[in-house]
């Protein structure tokens, strides 16, 4: 029986994670939390690993699982993770696929703000009046501390983990500025939401369809509020879409 790795965190990975479970194999897939860990169901040949791995560390599993196969469906915007991922795999001489994660093409409007980067979407937004709500997550909120005012202005929603919301509470997010939920959201509920917080600015990445960016998008139009966007940092990455790695898996056996 083939052993495949997964690297997951993300809706693509939970559904490649239950599509691949259907196929005669054996699966690991690896997690950076806990909380990713909770939303896999349970399997007799799935083994999951939750924590952080550096790039030795992701070598010894491959070996001692004895991978056939390292398929990476972590967020489009963790590169870093990424990179660890493919050169373990090189080390390992073992076949390395990359789950993509489709751009969301938009084009410019008076109320989309593109930036290449949260330090340059920081730099923006420090030059501005009026409430913000973060939708980038927790892991990055320590840079809009530099915005002048950051804990009366900003309102940061962040996925519901108590070591999340322990480090965003140190940093200065607290009471109503801290908004712990799991997403996506709907158009609705996002535009219910920048009502209810007189939200002027909305910070955002380009997580595509299945991250929910369309209905921000939209809840902006609608709100007439200012979406800052923050560009992914690898443009044209190569790889293959969920469709197309669940076509290939299937080939293949």
Do not use: W
């Amino acid at each position: 029986m083939k052993h495949y790795i997964l690297f997951a965190g993300t809706t693509e990975g939970r559904i490649l994670t239950e599509y691949i479970l259907q196929l005669p194999v054996k699966l690991t897939v690896c997690t950076a939390t806990e909380y990713g860990k909770q939303m896999l169901p349970q399997h007799p040949n799935l083994t999951v690993f939750a924590g952080r791995m550096e790039q030795m560390e992701m070598a010894d599993l491959f070996r001692k699982e004895k991978a056939d196969a390292i398929l990476d469906a972590t967020h489009p915007y963790a590169t870093l993770v990424t990179q660890n991922i493919q050169v373990a795999a090189k080390v390992c001489q073992i076949p390395y696929y990359r789950i993509l994660r489709p751009e969301q093409e938009i084009e410019q409007e008076e109320h989309l703000v593109f930036c290449d980067s949260l330090d340059q979407a920081v730099q923006y937004l420090s030059h501005t009046t009026g409430n913000i709500l973060s939708t980038i997550g927790s892991k990055e909120l320590a840079k809009l501390c530099a915005i002048p005012h950051f804990s009366d202005r900003i309102y940061a929603r962040i996925l519901p983990q108590p070591e999340m919301v322990k480090k965003c509470y140190d940093l200065g997010f607290q009471g109503k500025h801290l908004i712990c939920m799991q997403g996506p959201f709907s158009c609705e509920f996002n535009t219910a939401l920048l009502h209810q917080l007189k939200i002027s600015y909305t910070l955002t990445k380009n997580t595509g369809d299945a991250g929910g960016f369309l209905e921000k998008v939209h809840s902006a139009q609608e709100t007439q509020t200012t979406l800052v966007i923050i560009g992914r940092p690898i443009k044209d990455e190569a790889g293959y879409t969920l469709e197309e790695i669940k076509r290939l898996l299937h080939e293949a056996l």
